[in-house]
């Protein structure tokens, strides 16, 4: 098992800047990809970023491309979402997840196997 919990989501102006983690305990010897998914009220939960366990690669949605950044620190099984130039349209729960498969695209969510609990974005126009 491993335990998801994001923090540093909150309210923000738009053009601004927040950065999010996630931290892992549990199961973190395992080789995760990590990904971030935001879900807006009354919409579909999407896939934000993702970076694979070296963080060789890194993958992003086309409406966050050249304004997120995903990156991860192993020595501290933390993941990161960097997000600038913040747009109302960001506004939504921000969640984490683990991803154990070798052969996912890690932008699907039925690729992963664990979920934290989600952070709050707000971006005021």
């Known amino acids: 098992q491993v335990q998801l919990v994001e923090s540093g989501g909150g309210l923000v102006q738009a053009g601004g800047s927040l950065r999010l983690s996630c931290a892992a305990s549990g199961r973190t010897s395992s080789s995760y990809a990590m990904g971030w998914f935001r879900q807006a009220p009354g919409k579909d939960r999407e896939f934000v970023a993702a970076i694979t366990y070296s963080g060789g690669s890194t993958y992003y949605a086309d409406s966050v491309k050249g304004r997120f950044t995903i990156s991860r620190d192993n020595a501290k099984n933390t993941v990161y979402l960097q997000m600038n130039s913040l747009k109302p349209e960001d506004t939504a729960l921000y969640y984490c997840?683990?991803?154990?498969?070798?052969?996912?695209?890690?932008?699907?969510?039925?690729?992963?196997?664990?979920w934290g609990q989600g952070t709050q974005v707000t971006v005021s126009s």
């Open positions: 997840a683990a991803s154990g498969s070798s052969v996912a695209t890690l932008t699907l969510e039925y690729e992963y196997d664990y």
